[in-house]
Nanobody, 128 residues
Framework: QVQVVESGGGLVQAGGSLRLSCTAS????????MGWFRQAPGKEREGVSC??????STYYSDSVKGRFTSSRDKNTLYLEMNSLKAEDSGMYYC???????????????????????WGRGTQVTVSS
């Protein structure tokens, strides 16, 4: 019943912008944790940004802080990506679930394992 679907990926030149969207459907309420993760070939998965509606907290990784902005409209999560760099390239995954802790926990290695629902990913490629 629960579905997580991402969209908005594509090919963009360095310095450009992309807007990713993720819709989580099938939850009984919109009071859930949602987050964006990315993985590049040969690298570990990285938590990019997470939002927990339960406590109103938002997390950004140091590598994207100041360039990316996440926002939510009910159970739709957006990621505005500006000033894109080649190292931002990778598969971007959206995750959704429930939790009581701050957003920084759910974007970390331990907290990310608690997400019960993941999208199939959307590819972001930044050329230089």
């Amino acid at each position: 019943q629960v579905q997580v679907v991402e969209s908005g990926g594509g090919l963009v030149q360095a310095g450009g912008s992309l807007r990713l969207s993720c819709t989580a459907s099938g939850f009984p309420s919109d009071d859930i944790v949602m987050g964006w993760f990315r993985q590049a070939p040969g690298k570990e998965r990285e938590g990019v940004s997470c939002i927990n509606r339960a406590d109103g907290s938002t997390y950004y990784s140091d590598s994207v802080k100041g360039r990316f902005t996440s926002s939510r409209d009910k159970n739709t999560l957006y990621l505005e990506m500006n000033s894109l760099k080649a190292e931002d390239s990778g598969m971007y995954y959206c995750a959704a679930g429930r939790g009581r802790y701050s957003a920084d926990y759910y974007c970390g290695p331990s907290g990310s394992r608690t997400f019960g629902h993941w999208g199939r990913g959307t590819q972001v490629t930044v050329s230089s």
